[in-house]
């Protein structure tokens, strides 16, 4: 589903009621815990978490207008996604991730690339999305993504 907001608080008003408190709660826990310079945005037409121009003037190569995306927090049609970029990225993180889910969630990983669906809103596991979202500083991701990604 694309909401079309313009702002967080707009994104979060445009969702049904069921999904309104576990995306305010993953997004709480996203901002307490990503590297400071991180910025929240809306892009793609969910919530983004970026590396601002003013960090990373290159931008994102697909385009460079855009900040370089690091995490994203959408209500899609069937299930919530968070998205992290340095999963896809460095196989340590993605390692960690999958060695720690099972320990958090009783339900099985449901994941791609670098998404991972949450469709029972009950058993999101916020303490590790929380983890997660810090697992990475802002040089380390831009070292990730300017050696391995952008090319």
């Given at each position: 589903m694309q909401?079309?907001?313009?702002?967080?608080?707009?994104?979060?008003?445009?969702?049904?009621?069921?999904r309104k408190e576990p995306i305010m709660k993953l997004r709480q826990i996203i901002l307490e815990n990503l590297p400071p310079e991180i910025e929240?945005?809306?892009?793609y037409g969910m919530l983004g978490f970026v590396i601002?121009?003013?960090a990373y003037p290159?931008?994102?190569?697909?385009?460079?207008k855009t900040p370089l995306p690091f995490m994203n927090l959408?209500?899609?049609?069937?299930?919530?996604?968070?998205?992290?970029?340095?999963?896809?990225?460095?196989?340590?993180?993605?390692?960690?991730?999958?060695?720690?889910?099972?320990?958090?969630?009783?339900?099985?990983l449901d994941m791609g690339k670098s998404c991972v669906r949450f469709k029972k809103m009950e058993d999101i596991p916020y303490a590790l999305i929380g983890e997660l979202a810090g697992k990475m500083s802002t040089k380390e991701w831009i070292n990730i993504y300017e050696t391995a990604i952008k090319k």
């Open positions: 909401y079309k907001a313009t702002t967080p608080e707009d994104y979060i008003s445009q969702l049904p009621e069921d929240e945005v809306i892009n601002p121009h003013s290159d931008g994102y190569h697909c385009d460079p959408a209500s899609q049609k069937n299930f919530i996604a968070v998205y992290h970029m340095g999963m896809y990225a460095q196989k340590e993180v993605l390692d960690w991730f999958t060695s720690e889910y099972p320990t958090h969630c009783k339900y099985k």
